[in-house]
C-alpha cells in the first residue's frame, strides 16, 4: 500500500506508539488526522509532524464517547475530503488481579480498548470503503497473545481486538478495505505509569509492580511505531512488534494451556 499523499485517523495519537506511528506515516507523506483524549499530548504530536510538510488535523476525542465518535467523520472529512487508513490504537490499563479490579474500573477498561475501537470501526467503514484501497490497523498487545496473571482486564480487551479484527478481515475479503492487528510487546509508554490501580492497594506494592513493569517495556516506542506503518505498508494481517511477542506467540501455539509455566518463570510477578 502506498501511503503517499492518503490520509490516515489515528486515536491515542497524543504519545507513545500513536505518535510514533504518526511521525512514521507523516515521514512517507501520509496526511494525518491525530485524535486523542489529551489536547496538550495532540498539540505537541502535530508540532512534531509539521516540519514533513504533510496536513494534520487535531481532534480531542474520548473514543468511549459515542457521541464523540459519531461526529468525528465529519470533522475529519472537513479537514482532509477522505480517509484511507484507520487505525485504532487508544488504549488504557487497570491493575491488579479480578478479585481486586472493581467492576467499575473493568467496564471503564472496555469501553475505551474494545468498545471505543468497535465504534470507530463501524463509523469509518463506509468511508473507507468509498476508496480504492483502505486498511483497518487495529492495536492489540502482547496479552492479545498470552494472558498473565494480574492482566484480567487489560488481556480480555486486547484478545477481544484480536477476535474482532480476524473476523472482520474474513468478512471484507474481496473487498478494497483490508485488516490488519498488531501486537506489540514491551514497548516503552506510559501505559504502565498511567494505569489505574485498586483500592485500597499499598503505595508499596503498587511502586514495586510498576518498578518490575517498566524493566520489560524496552522497545523505544518510535522503533514499534515504524515497525507497524512498515507492516501496513506490505499489507501484513497480523504484525508481531519485538522478539517478547514472536517468542510469546510461538509459545502459546507449542502450548496453549500450559505455556505460563515456562513464560511465567521468566516474567517478573
Known amino acids: 500500500m502506498n501511503l503517499k499523499d492518503r490520509v490516515a485517523v489515528i486515536t491515542g495519537a497524543g504519545g507513545g506508539i ?20 489529551n489536547a496538550d499530548g495532540l498539540r505537541q504530536s502535530a508540532e512534531l509532524i509539521e516540519a ?3 496536513r494534520v488535523s487535531q481532534h480531542v476525542l474520548d473514543v468511549a ?35 481486586q479490579v472493581s467492576e467499575a474500573d473493568f467496564d471503564w477498561l472496555m469501553e475505551i480498548n474494545f468498545h471505543g475501537l468497535v465504534r470507530m470501526t463501524r463509523t469509518f467503514l463506509p468511508l473507507l470503503r468509498a476508496r ?21 482486564a487489560y488481556s480480555a480487551s486486547k484478545f477481544a481486538v484480536r477476535g474482532f479484527s480476524n473476523a472482520l478481515r474474513h468478512e471484507l475479503a474481496g473487498s478494497t478495505v483490508g485488516v490488519t ?8 509508554t506510559a501505559i504502565a505509569s498511567n494505569a489505574r490501580v485498586p483500592a485500597g492497594a499499598s503505595p508499596s506494592e503498587v511502586k514495586k509492580r510498576l ?10 516506542a518510535a522503533n514499534a511505531g515504524e515497525i507497524i506503518v512498515a507492516g501496513v ?3 501484513r494481517e497480523r504484525i508481531l512488534v519485538g522478539m517478547d511477542a514472536k517468542i510469546a506467540s510461538l509459545v502459546e501455539r507449542l502450548s496453549p494451556v500450559n505455556y505460563w509455566r515456562f513464560l511465567g518463570r521468566r516474567m517478573p510477578s
Not at 132 to 152: K, Y
Open 181 to 188: 492487528v498488531a501486537h506489540p510487546g514491551g514497548v516503552a
Open 52 to 54: 514533513s510538510g504533510v
Open 233 to 235: 505498508e506490505r499489507e
Open 18 to 37: 500513536g505518535r510514533a506511528m504518526a511521525q512514521s506515516l507523516a515521514h512517507r507523506g501520509c496526511h494525518l488526522a491525530l485524535a486523542d483524549v
Open 132 to 152: 480504492d484501497a483502505a486498511r483497518i490497523v487495529n492495536i492489540s498487545s502482547l496479552f492479545g497473545l498470552i494472558a498473565p496473571p494480574g492482566q484480567t
Open 211 to 220: 518498578a518490575l513493569t517498566e524493566k520489560l517495556l524496552r522497545m523505544p
Open 65 to 99: 464517547s459515542r457521541e464523540q465518535v459519531a461526529a468525528l467523520p465529519a470533522s475529519v472529512l472537513a479537514a482532509h475530503g477522505r480517509v484511507d487508513v484507520l487505525i485504532n490504537n487508544a488504549g488504557v490499563a487497570v491493575g491488579g488481579s479480578f478479585e
